[in-house]
């Protein structure tokens, strides 16, 4: 938005250009959306790699090194897709959320730093090892590198989720009057902060179930079609008793995120389960339901009694908090803030008044919820009784889409354990071959984990909503001041390269998929592997 | 196979990938210097600091004005959570 004010539309503050943060947003979701295509898959499929090639190392058969090879292949096709797309989303950050970038990148920017430096770096370098080493290094040597590519990758994660986590539990730093901006009070605090525990958890899990049905379901596609039988067996075993293990952990650690999420960000867990009011409890866990942003109410809810209390509260006697009642109470917050923005002026106006300062500090932390005014007035100070409530209304995020996204995650979820477990039964029976139907299901599963990883990030970041940062910062005031015609341009150029990567990257993926262990030179025995891919 | 010949070889190997490392090389840089040039250059930068912050959020505009209004409503302390 250029500095000078464009016309007001329809009650909206003419300090903020709605459309240009809806676009901004747009252009966030789809390049991250699209970058967590790739990721789990590395995640998942650098894990696989060290249990295939640690089973050769251990059992000196020429097969598993082999089969390390081919899936690997596929491995190097998806990381560099991974690499491409996730450096556009840190640019973004200065280009289209400079005043986020300015508020809170303090703090932001370090774990960002750190996983470049840390993480990437080591990923990278060992990726290179990991492809053109195969001749050059001990057994050992291969597999203590493909372990450190393994490692590199889950560090990776943890850093981003570190990020992450403090965007969703603002913990370990201060706001500053004199620079306007949040500052790093205590890194332990940004480091072991609860929420990025638990998020990482999860997250790497659900990458592990990624790269374990992707490897699932390429098998099942050869044993349907009787090629590379010995390799394809064997890459389902290791997949369904892996893949079986991660899921069964994916619902366990969720949990655990959801538990962490229902002591921070209550909204976020109400608007989940669509639950508008306070229950007595245990509150019940409404299993279907149409939720209604309009009427504030559920239709045709079915419910099973106790369950929500149990696991949001872990407890039988601890409430749920209604979306009504945390909306009253984030007006109180509002009320609050509004003390914090008016000593804030104050001290902007004159950093030497005590008594503004002193003002400050008593309601600093709700300063975040006087700035959400921002949005339907100019000055909070004078908000009226009718913009206070639509902003505290604003702190809900859309119940349907959350509460939807978040069913279905779960029932993909449900559904690929009994697939792995399935198939780790066949697997152990020999059987495999013999359930054609079953092999069908597991090639047509493909895409079901990166549908649930999807609905997962959607549950997280738009359950975050209308937070940037949690409590402190609104998502529509983190937007660069820039214009609508640059944001178009960059968005349709993402669509438009992105949509060209994906053709490259699954017309590589199919045609070496197609070619197989047995076309590429892999495997039978007594077939030269090539040197390097 | 002469000793002159198998070092003439060499040399036009090494010849060859010095020159092909030296387009990638510079294919690389151009590609940079346009992604800068597109995206990063100080005309596309958008200047963010305390003083352009508070104008964002509407502090610069009545400095002390309202302060008053906030005292109205019975807020809550800091740190004062539902739960």
């Not at chain 1, 975050?464 to 998502?475: C, E, F, S």
Request: overall charge positive; charged content about 15%; proline content about 5%.
């Amino acid at each position: 938005m250029p500095e000078g004010k464009p016309p007001r539309r329809g009650g909206e503050s003419a300090l903020i250009d709605l459309g240009l943060v809806q676009l901004s947003r747009m252009q966030f979701a789809l390049t991250a959306l699209y970058h967590f295509l790739f990721v789990p898959l590395t995640l998942g499929l650098s894990m696989i790699l060290v249990i295939m090639e640690a089973t050769y190392v251990m059992t000196g058969r020429e097969i598993w090194k082999r089969m390390t090879r081919f899936w690997g292949m596929l491995f190097g096709i998806n990381f560099a897709m991974g690499v491409a797309t996730g450096i556009t989303m840190e640019f973004q950050f200065g280009t289209n959320w400079a005043y986020y970038a300015h508020y809170v990148g303090d703090i932001f920017g370090a774990p960002l730093a750190l996983e470049g430096l840390l993480a990437f770096f080591l990923e990278a370098t060992f990726v290179g090892l990991f492809f053109f080493g195969w001749e050059r290094l001990s057994r050992v040597g291969h597999l203590v590198v493909t372990g450190l590519v393994a490692l590199g990758s889950s560090l990776s994660a943890l850093w981003i989720l570190i990020a992450n986590a403090w965007m969703q539990n603002p913990v370990g730093a201060r706001f500053n009057p004199q620079t306007m901006r949040m500052e790093l009070a205590s890194f332990t605090q940004v480091l072991f902060n609860p929420v990025a525990q638990a998020k990482f958890v999860h997250a790497v899990a659900a990458g592990y179930v990624v790269g374990s049905v992707f490897v699932l379901a390429i098998s099942a596609w050869y044993l349907l079609r009787d090629r590379n039988v010995d390799i394809a067996r064997r890459s389902m075993a290791v997949a369904a008793s892996f893949g079986l293990a991660c899921s069964l952990s994916v619902v366990v650690l969720g949990d655990e995120s959801g538990y962490v999420a229902s002591e921070n960000q209550k909204m976020k867990i109400a608007a989940i389960e669509a639950e508008w009011h306070t229950e007595k409890p245990p509150a019940g866990f409404a299993a279907f339901g149409l939720p209604s942003v309009k009427s504030h109410s559920t239709a045709a809810e079915i419910k099973i009694p106790w369950l929500l209390g149990l696991i949001a509260t872990r407890s039988i006697d601890k409430p749920v908090a209604g979306i009504f009642e945390l909306v009253a109470h984030d007006r109180e917050r509002i009320a609050s803030g509004r003390e914090a923005y008016a000593a804030l002026q104050l001290l902007r106006a004159d950093p030497q008044d005590e008594a503004a300062r002193e003002r400050f500090e008593a309601h600093r932390d709700d300063l975040g919820y006087a700035l959400l005014l921002l949005r339907y007035t100019d000055e909070p100070a004078k908000a009226t009784a009718a913009q206070i409530e639509a902003a505290a209304w604003s702190t809900v995020p859309n119940v349907p889409v959350l509460f939807w996204s978040f069913r279905l995650m779960v029932g993909l979820g449900l559904f690929l354990i009994a697939l792995f477990a399935t198939a780790f039964y066949f697997s152990a029976q020999h059987s495999l071959r013999r359930h054609r139907w079953f092999l069908r299901i597991a090639f047509y599963s493909l895409p079901l984990p990166w549908v649930a990883a999807e609905l997962g990030w959607i549950v997280a970041e738009y359950g975050r909503q209308p937070w940037a940062i949690d409590g402190v910062l609104p998502t529509f005031l983190g937007v660069s001041t820039t214009s609508m015609a640059n944001v178009v341009l960059s968005l349709s150029g993402f669509a438009i390269f992105y949509s060209a990567l994906a053709l490259i990257d699954v017309y590589l993926l199919v045609r070496m998929i197609r070619r197989g262990p047995d076309g590429l030179g892999y495997w039978p025995p007594g077939v030269q592997a090539p040197a390097a891919h | 196979m002469g000793m002159g010949e198998e070092v003439g070889r060499r040399h036009s190997w090494r010849g060859v990938l010095r020159r092909e490392l030296s387009l990638l090389m510079l294919g690389k840089i151009a590609a940079l210097i346009l992604l800068w040039w597109l995206f990063f250059s100080p005309a596309h930068r958008a200047p963010v600091d305390a003083a352009s912050t508070g104008r964002r959020l509407a502090l610069q505009q009545q400095p002390g004005g309202g302060a008053d209004a906030g005292r109205e409503a019975a807020a809550p302390r800091r740190g004062e959570r539902l739960d």
